[in-house]
């Protein structure tokens, strides 16, 4: 889009001089916040992630029993409801169950109904970050998303992602996000940005089920788990989800989603050739919209307070289900069992260790790490990290929060895009390696 040459937007007022400050602070907070890496006790950590360490070994106890409160109050809420559907009644059953389990755990400090001590443990991290790390997230949230940041990355930065991954520019924030924050972090902003119409449906949809990669800690621990370089895992984990998101952009069901936003809003999406950071600070300072930053704080920590509330019953009958699942050796032999045969007409190494660790990546990643046998080639271990961390779509993930708040993504394009990704990494993979094999030959 050609650059706007209307005299108002050419300097910048003297009125508008205060906002330019907000924009610089408020941003610049954000992004140290969120991305700036500190070294702490001889570790490299984000602030975001000391802060709600901070929080999590002071309050635990108290931050369970304010989530017993609140879910508590959501089930009379729904049963004072006059009118039930199947699906209200399904909730109101599945936050009885979760109470019980969360009151067993803040009396006895240990997760009854449950077999698996890895999974338990995978659990207890998943529910503190929806419990603890989302609504403390929350909190610095509107200083990224508010005050300038999105409308920099979209005039920058654009042309650039239209062109090759059909997407505005403020979707390298929603993937910084996923890649060095946290998922539902990202989820949340996403369901925000779609719900306010600062984003696309069929970017929504896109970056719910492609864009979350495992974050950057986690890909650590992936890598000293299964003895991989970290900088080697990096690479190729980065270098597949982008070659992996060039295509399915281009594909069904994303190419074939409807490109209009869920409301109207003053948000502009424009890019330029020339001066682009002036020409997309002139462009927020025209269209900004006069927030409260305190009653906007307020409003996004209430609304995740709402969403963990929602999501965390579902999550721990999610986990319930998977126990249980997994006790059967033979039902993820026979869910992995067409993905295998691929993978033994491709001739990989090991296909029934890398069939069983997606399918269990399919319930949830870091179990499928963790109980991989490390005894299989480099190759296999490679290929089984690189497809757990950017699948991007578990039941204990996404799934649960697009069956709450995002459920215009049905159920079949979920399939669809899954099945789609781990071909196409698959193959993405196999060529390398192949390659790999001629070369050093």
């Known amino acids: 889009m050609d650059d706007i040459k209307s005299k108002k937007t050419n300097d910048i007022r003297g009125d508008d001089f205060s906002e330019l400050v907000k924009l610089i602070i408020f941003s610049g907070i954000g992004v140290c916040v969120f991305f700036l890496p500190l070294i702490i006790n001889r570790q490299v950590v984000f602030p975001i992630f000391f802060i709600t360490d901070l929080v999590y070994l002071k309050y635990e106890q108290f931050v369970y029993v304010c989530m017993i409160v609140f879910i508590s109050l959501l089930c009379i809420k729904e049963i004072g409801k006059k009118e039930k559907s199947i699906f209200d009644k399904i909730d109101i059953v599945l936050k009885f169950v979760s109470l019980l389990i969360l009151i067993i755990l803040t009396t006895k400090n240990e997760f009854i109904f449950f ?48 062109k090759f991954f059909r997407t505005s520019g403020k979707n390298i924030l929603i993937f910084a996000l996923f890649f060095f924050v946290d998922g539902f972090v990202g989820f949340y902003v996403v369901y925000k940005l779609y719900k306010e119409g600062k984003l696309r449906k069929n970017e929504a949809l896109l970056d719910i089920l492609n864009y979350p990669v495992l974050h950057i800690s986690i890909a ?17 984990y980065l270098f597949v989800f982008l070659v992996t998101s060039l295509i399915l952009c281009r594909i069904y069901p994303i190419k074939n989603s409807e490109k209009t936003f869920f409301v109207k809003n003053k948000f502009k999406e424009k890019s330029y050739k020339k001066n682009k950071l002036k020409m997309s600070i002139l462009l927020y300072l025209e269209n900004r919209e006069k927030k409260n930053l305190f009653k906007n704080i307020l409003n996004c920590f209430n609304e995740t307070i709402n969403i963990a509330s929602n999501i965390i019953p579902i999550l721990l009958i999610m986990f319930l289900l998977i126990d249980i699942i997994i006790r059967s050796s033979n039902i ?23 069939s069983k660790s997606i399918v269990l990546g399919f319930f949830n990643q870091i179990y499928a790490v963790e109980v991989l046998n490390n005894g ?12 757990i961390i950017c699948q991007g779509i578990s039941l204990t993930t ?37 390659f790999y094999l001629g070369f050093s030959a």
């Not at 443990?121 to 929806?130: A, D, P, V």
């Not at 300038?148 to 650039?160: H, K, Q, S, T």
């Not at 869910?335 to 190494?349: D, Q, R, W």
């Open 115 to 162: 077999k698996d001590d890895n999974l338990i443990q995978i659990m207890k991290e998943s529910i503190f970050k929806i419990m603890i790390f989302l609504p403390i997230s929350s909190i610095f949230l509107p200083l990224l998303l508010d005050y300038g940041l999105l409308y920099i990355l979209d005039c920058c930065f654009g042309r650039f992602t239209k």
């Open 332 to 354: 993820i032999s026979i869910l992995g069992s067409l993905y295998e045969v691929i993978l033994i007409k491709l001739k990989m190494p090991y296909p029934d260790y890398i």
């Open 376 to 387: 299989i080639t480099f190759i296999s271990r490679l290929t089984i990290a690189i497809i």
């Open 398 to 434: 996404n799934i649960i929060f697009i069956r709450v708040y995002m459920r215009f993504i049905d159920y079949k394009n979920i399939l669809v895009v899954y099945l789609e990704k781990i071909l196409i990494m698959t193959f993405i993979i196999f060529l390398i390696y192949y």
């Open 220 to 236: 650590t621990y992936i890598a000293s788990r299964l003895k991989i370089n970290f900088i080697l895992l990096i690479i190729s």
